[in-house]
């Protein structure tokens, strides 16, 4: 698979928030609003299917807690009684955890970090990813090889253009485990290779790292509260709101055109 085809000009900011809401990146998304409630209350309730990776104690036993900070980061509708229907996220806050991620991936190619790169959503967000790790290894950064013969979840873990994934019965595999990340990290020990200074991911793969004390950041939809959760909280330095399977994965070109171009990267193609 090439690289999705970086647009020439880099949006400036308004373009990007015009962009985002006709292509329900953000805005009015596709997600319902029972979905979201839905997994805030099984958040709540302790189902860890729902903490993707990280450890949330007893200190978010009220969906209304959750449902404020999603409110915060990730502008969700913040009427409790708003229980069916249309759920919105906001793009003023994808743009403003764009900048926040850039800052951290500037960080990492001054300091010519390692960097792993991992996607459970290999159907939205494998190309916005992989261009990502292309600009960092073009950078100086190494981009972190993950170890061989790898299982989890009755699946392989394996690397392809440089971002690992969740591979079953020659199927890419959509997961919220943190099962993958952690066969990752553990096998890294094993092997007496250093760990990621940054992960860059999703779902339980960006949770897990970020509990285990590894600087994290990543992407997540509205109806993933944990990840916004740990940002709150410090354990992953910046989360980005946004559908993360919109209907076409190319429409997420420009808003990894504005990633690099913030963070001071240059698109690979």
């Not at 729902?50 to 404020?68: K, S």
């Not at 459970?120 to 600009?135: D, F, K, N, R, W």
């Not at 760990?195 to 509205?222: N, T």
């Amino acid at each position: 698979m090439g690289h999705m085809p970086i647009p020439s000009t880099v949006p400036s900011r308004a373009e990007l928030i015009d962009h985002l809401v006709r292509t329900r990146i953000a805005g009015d998304v596709a997600t319902p609003r029972e979905n979201n409630l839905s997994h805030y209350r099984k958040l709540a309730n302790g189902d860890r299917h729902y903490w993707l990776g990280l450890e949330l104690g007893d200190r978010w036993v009220d969906e209304q807690d959750v449902l404020a900070v999603m409110a915060e980061r990730c502008g969700v509708i913040d009427d409790p009684e708003h229980r069916t229907g249309q759920d919105t996220i906001d793009p003023e806050l994808t743009v403003g955890a764009l900048d926040r991620m850039a800052s951290v991936l500037r960080k990492a190619a001054e300091a010519q970090q390692r960097v792993l790169f991992a996607t459970g959503h290999p159907g939205g967000l494998l190309e916005v990813h992989s261009a990502t790790a292309s600009a960092l290894h073009a950078a100086g950064c190494e981009i972190v090889e993950i170890p061989g013969g790898l299982h989890a979840d009755e699946g392989y873990v394996f690397q392809f253009c440089d971002v690992a994934m969740l591979e079953r019965g020659a199927t890419l595999w959509h997961t919220h485990s943190p099962a993958p990340m952690a066969a990752i990290l553990d096998g890294l020990a094993r092997e007496g290779r250093p760990l990621p200074d940054l992960v860059v991911a999703d779902h339980g793969w960006a949770g897990c790292a970020g509990q285990r004390g590894i600087d994290a950041v990543g992407y997540a939809d509205c109806n993933d509260p944990a990840l916004f959760l740990g940002e709150a909280e410090g354990t992953l330095q910046a989360v980005v709101p946004l559908d993360d399977h919109v209907t076409n994965p190319r429409f997420y070109a420009p808003m990894t055109a504005y990633l690099l171009d913030a963070a001071g990267l240059t698109a690979q193609f």
